[in-house]
């Protein structure tokens, strides 16, 4: 799928150069939404969309920047890297990753870059995540190190966290580093400890994307986390041992929710069965259940829906047409809400059909033609020969 000889020809055109080739994959949560930042869990799995890094070492001191996806290319001095600073362009991404390595003490050597991947940009299977990682083994074989996987993530989430400036959490990285082929990832985000769990090679994760992203006025992301940091207040101030959701139950919602507003108790529930969920599913997965799977992702999506309010028409629109469609296995929407992506695990010989369906049935009733992607889980990072 990942046509990397051809990276490799046009990184030897363009630099006049042998390089070592890398790839990274993007990634699509099943289930765990809005669980991270209460030190929850989360169940990704890497894609087999990805982003490949071609690297070369070069002699004058300049690290030129090549992305095939936008057909551009960009110098910069070595010796300027301990000052960088982001400039809202895609440079900052690889840029961000070298000026963490350089402060993790590493003597950064000038060299060529020449990227391409085939995740979609800006579309929540994290193309950023994909890029930083394949960007941090490329850079790392050049300076001859390497981390074990957990930290190659986590120098990542920092690039993009410190140097890009946007404060997401440690799954993208992580499972774009971590993945593996054919299973999905049961991620506790408090100790980042992990248990793989094995997807069904009967069954394929159908990515349908509902081309809309709504900002609604009170219900952006950083609202929705300080109403869920307001409830886990409340519970700590009866139970001083809960420092997050992930340590409350239900039952401290039924004792103490008439002292939160309602929205509070609300994104509270969701967070605290939302971690039951997650942790059922991969048990589920684990034991091949598929039934259980889809009941526990419809019963994600409602609650996302509903108690989180982090969804929206067309969202909710996604889920419930695929309902109707054979070979469904469960639909929720995935990433981090009011438009975006929904996960749809699909009986594999009924995918193709499905997807057409799905997209017919979408665009009839909002004139909007969605991107819609037949996925497997993959492998996470690595070189490739
Ligand atoms: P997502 O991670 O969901 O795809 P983000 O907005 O977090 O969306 O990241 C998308 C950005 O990452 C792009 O706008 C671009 O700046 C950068 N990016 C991703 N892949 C590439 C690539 N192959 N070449 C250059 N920039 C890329
Ligand atoms: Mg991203």
Same mark, same amino acid.
């Given at each position: 799928?990942?046509?990397?000889?051809?990276?490799?020809?046009?990184?030897?055109?363009?630099? @006049?150069?042998?390089?070592?080739?890398?790839?990274?994959?993007?990634?699509? @949560?099943?289930?765990?939404?809005?669980?991270?930042?209460?030190?929850?869990?989360?169940? /990704?799995?890497?894609?087999?969309?990805?982003?490949?890094?071609?690297?070369?070492?070069?002699? $004058?001191?300049?690290?030129?920047?090549?992305?095939?996806?936008?057909?551009?290319?960009?110098?910069?001095?070595? =010796?300027?890297?301990?000052?960088?600073?982001?400039?809202?362009?895609?440079?900052?991404?690889? *840029? +961000?990753?070298?000026?963490?390595?350089?402060?993790?003490?590493?003597?950064?050597?000038?060299?060529? *870059?020449?990227?391409?991947? $085939?995740?979609? #940009? +800006?579309?929540?299977?994290?193309?950023?995540?994909? *890029?930083?990682?394949?960007?941090?083994?490329?850079?790392?074989?050049?300076?001859?190190?390497?981390?074990?996987?957990?930290?190659?993530?986590?120098?990542?989430?920092?690039?993009?966290?410190?140097?890009?400036?946007?404060?997401?959490?440690?799954?993208?990285?992580?499972?774009?580093? @971590?993945?593996?082929?054919?299973?999905?990832?049961?991620?506790?985000?408090? $100790?980042?400890?992990?248990?793989?769990?094995?997807?069904?090679?009967?069954?394929?994760?159908?990515?349908?994307?509902?081309?809309?992203?709504?900002?609604?006025?009170?219900?952006?992301?950083?609202?929705?986390?300080?109403?869920?940091?307001?409830?886990?207040?409340?519970?700590?101030?009866?139970?001083?041992?809960?420092?997050?959701?992930?340590?409350?139950?239900?039952?401290?919602?039924?004792?103490?929710?008439?002292?939160?507003?309602?929205?509070? #108790?609300?994104?509270?529930?969701?967070?605290?069965?939302?971690?039951?969920?997650?942790?059922?599913?991969?048990?589920?997965?684990?034991?091949?259940?598929?039934?259980?799977?889809?009941?526990?992702?419809?019963?994600?999506?409602?609650?996302?829906?509903?108690?989180?309010?982090?969804?929206?028409?067309?969202?909710?629109?996604?889920?419930?047409?695929?309902?109707?469609l054979?070979?469904?296995?469960?639909?929720?929407?995935?990433?981090?809400?009011?438009?975006?992506?929904?996960?749809? #695990?699909?009986?594999?010989?009924?995918?193709k059909a499905f997807a057409q369906a799905l997209g017919a049935?979408?665009?009839?009733?909002?004139?909007?033609? /969605?991107?819609i992607?037949?996925?497997?889980? =993959?492998?996470?990072?690595?070189?490739?020969?």
């Amino acid at each position: 799928m990942h046509n990397h000889q051809v990276l490799k020809s046009m990184h030897r055109a363009r630099f @006049n150069a042998e390089p070592a080739l890398f790839v990274a994959p993007g990634r699509v @949560n099943l289930i765990g939404e809005h669980t991270d930042y209460a030190e929850g869990f989360v169940m /990704p799995a890497a894609i087999d969309f990805a982003t490949l890094a071609a690297i070369s070492p070069r002699a $004058d001191g300049k690290i030129a920047l090549y992305s095939e996806n936008y057909g551009e290319e960009r110098h910069f001095d070595v =010796s300027a890297v301990p000052t960088m600073k982001a400039s809202k362009h895609w440079t900052d991404y690889p *840029l +961000g990753v070298v000026s963490i390595l350089a402060g993790e003490g590493h003597a950064i050597p000038g060299f060529s *870059l020449s990227l391409w991947g $085939d995740v979609p #940009l +800006g579309s929540g299977l994290s193309s950023s995540a994909a *890029l930083e990682v394949a960007t941090a083994l490329a850079v790392l074989s050049v300076i001859k190190a390497s981390y074990p996987g957990p930290q190659l993530a986590r120098l990542c989430q920092r690039a993009e966290n410190e140097f890009v400036g946007s404060s997401c959490g440690i799954m993208d990285q992580f499972i774009s580093a @971590n993945g593996k082929k054919d299973h999905a990832m049961l991620l506790d985000c408090r $100790d980042l400890s992990f248990k793989l769990a094995p997807i069904p090679p009967h069954v394929a994760l159908v990515i349908a994307n509902t081309m809309v992203k709504h900002s609604v006025v009170g219900g952006d992301y950083p609202t929705r986390r300080a109403e869920v940091e307001a409830a886990c207040a409340v519970i700590a101030s009866h139970r001083p041992g809960v420092s997050f959701l992930r340590d409350a139950t239900v039952d401290d919602l039924e004792q103490w929710g008439s002292e939160m507003s309602h929205e509070s #108790l609300k994104r509270a529930r969701h967070v605290i069965t939302e971690n039951l969920r997650t942790v059922a599913f991969a048990a589920a997965l684990e034991k091949g259940d598929m039934n259980e799977v889809g009941r526990l992702m419809a019963e994600a999506h409602t609650s996302y829906s509903q108690d989180f309010e982090g969804s929206c028409m067309e969202a909710d629109a996604m889920v419930e047409l695929a309902q109707e469609l054979p070979g469904l296995i469960g639909a929720r929407l995935t990433g981090g809400g009011f438009g975006g992506c929904t996960i749809n #695990l699909v009986e594999q010989s009924q995918a193709k059909a499905f997807a057409q369906a799905l997209g017919a049935l979408y665009a009839g009733q909002f004139g909007i033609v /969605p991107q819609i992607h037949i996925c497997h889980a =993959s492998d996470g990072a690595r070189a490739l020969s």
